[in-house]
């Protein structure tokens, strides 16, 4: 009869080994900067992070159940979620950019990965997004292309202004 006990005693450590894993990555999830949404296969939500909440404005209890369009800021075609959706149906993650909306109003921007997860009989269950908020970057960027674009122009102008002073 010891063997019995083995097995169990091993089925018990591999059990709780998996279950302090299972801890290990919803505390990192909890405390991630990045933003984590978790949907069904129908999109709706069912799980947000901390960082969601801070970032959009909308607690976990107003999200749950709801689809991630109440964050739409109505910035892309349907062309684009048909493209998303395409290949997250295939099995594969999405990698993309999106402009979206706060509960304040407030537009934002996120580098998004949208990944399909799939049960033991490799059936999609579930959709991830890990999401990064890009807005200052993206702000920063356009800065500096107009900073750019202006000194482009000031040249170009100052160019023109020798010219027609020696033509003068």
Do not use: C
């Not at 083995?6 to 018990?12: E, F, S, Y």
């Not at 960082?51 to 909308?58: N, Q, S, V």
């Not at 684009?80 to 290949?87: G, P, V």
Request: net charge neutral; glycine share 8%.
């Amino acid at each position: 009869g010891g063997r019995n006990f083995v097995a169990l005693a091993r089925d018990i450590s591999e059990k709780k080994q998996a279950e302090d894993d299972r801890t290990r990555l919803s505390a990192a999830i909890e405390h991630s900067s990045e933003t984590v949404v978790i949907t069904d296969l129908s999109g709706t939500i069912q799980y947000v992070n901390p960082a969601f909440e801070k970032l959009t404005g909308y607690s976990r209890d107003e999200v749950i159940g709801q689809n991630p369009r109440i964050l739409s800021s109505g910035k892309h075609d349907k062309l684009f979620f048909k493209e998303m959706w395409t290949t997250l149906l295939q099995g594969k993650s999405w990698k993309g950019h999106f402009i979206n909306k706060k509960k304040n109003g407030l537009f934002f921007e996120e580098e998004v990965t949208l990944s399909p997860v799939k049960n033991s009989d490799d059936y999609i269950t579930n959709f991830v997004a890990v999401k990064r908020d890009v807005t200052r970057e993206v702000a920063l960027e356009q800065q500096l292309q107009q900073a750019m674009k202006m000194e482009a122009i000031g040249t170009l102008a100052g160019g023109i202004a020798h010219d027609f002073n020696n033509i003068l």
